[in-house]
T-cell receptor, first 112, second 113 residues
C-alpha cells in the first residue's frame, strides 16, 4: 500500500513561532503537494513540487515556504505562525498529473 | 486556468435511497477528473477517476460517475446509499503532466437512517 505519513496529527503553536510540518511518502512519487483545508473552502493548494529541489507556488503560498531535499520528503514551513494559519494541513503525493493523489492523515494545526 | 464547482455543500438522503452529487469544471485544455471521499478525521482517498475512454466510470463502494464534455460535468451517483457512506466528497480536476490538481469545496453527504 502507498503510504503518505505526516509527522503530527495535532499541533499547537504560539503566534510568531517557526513551524515545520513534515511529510514522507514511500512510493517514489514525483509529485508532492501541500494543501490547506478549511470548512466551506475545500482544499486549497499551498505549494507543490514535481522534483527534488523544485517547487511551484499554489493558490495561497503567502506566509508559507517549502523544502524538498529528498524525493520522499516534502516539508511545509510557517516562518512566523499566525492565528489565521490555524487549519487542517494535508500532504499528498502522486506519480504524475495523470494519476490519483495519495493523501496523508492530515495535521490539525492550532496557532494561539 | 482550471476550476471546479460543487454547488451542493450538504446533501441529506435517506438510507437506501439514490444520490447524485454534482460537479462542474472549467478548463481550457483536456482534463482528468477525480472524485475523492474523506471520512471524519481522515485524509482523502480516491473513489474513482476519469482519464479517457468510456464516459461512465465505476469506482469503489458502488459509486459511479459520468463524464459529460458538452456540459462540463462529472456528477457522482450511487443507486442505494448506506449509513457508512456518510462523509465529505470532493471533485478534482487536473490537466495532467506537471499541472496541479484543483479541488472543489466539497459536498457533505449525510445518510439518514
Amino acid at each position: 500500500d502507498v503510504k503518505v505519513t505526516q509527522s503530527s496529527r495535532y499541533l499547537v503553536k504560539r503566534t510568531g513561532e517557526k513551524v515545520f510540518l513534515e511529510c514522507v511518502q514511500d512510493m517514489d512519487h514525483e509529485n508532492m503537494f501541500w494543501y490547506r483545508q478549511d470548512p466551506g473552502l475545500g482544499l486549497r493548494l499551498i505549494y507543490f513540487s514535481y522534483d527534488v529541489k523544485m517547487k511551484e507556488k499554489g493558490d495561497i503560498p503567502e506566509g508559507y515556504s517549502v523544502s524538498r531535499e529528498k524525493k520522499e520528503r516534502f516539508s511545509l514551513i510557517l516562518e512566523s505562525a499566525s492565528t489565521n494559519q490555524t487549519s487542517m494541513y494535508l500532504c499528498a503525493s502522486s506519480f504524475s498529473g495523470y494519476t490519483e493523489a495519495f493523501f496523508g492523515q492530515g495535521t490539525r494545526l492550532t496557532v494561539v | 486556468a482550471q476550476s471546479v464547482t460543487q454547488l451542493d455543500s450538504q446533501v441529506p438522503v435517506f438510507e437506501e435511497a439514490p444520490v447524485e452529487l454534482r460537479c462542474n469544471y472549467s478548463s481550457s485544455v483536456s482534463v482528468y477528473l477525480f472524485w475523492y471521499v474523506q471520512y471524519p478525521n481522515q485524509g482523502l482517498q480516491l473513489l474513482l477517476k476519469y482519464l479517457s475512454g468510456s464516459t461512465l466510470v465505476k469506482g469503489i463502494n458502488g459509486f459511479e460517475a459520468e463524464f459529460n464534455k458538452s456540459q462540463t460535468s462529472f456528477h457522482l451517483r450511487k443507486p442505494s446509499v448506506h449509513i457508512s457512506d456518510t462523509a465529505e466528497y470532493f471533485c478534482a480536476v487536473s490537466s495532467g503532466g506537471y499541472q496541479k490538481v484543483t479541488f472543489g469545496t466539497g459536498t457533505k453527504l449525510q445518510v439518514i437512517p
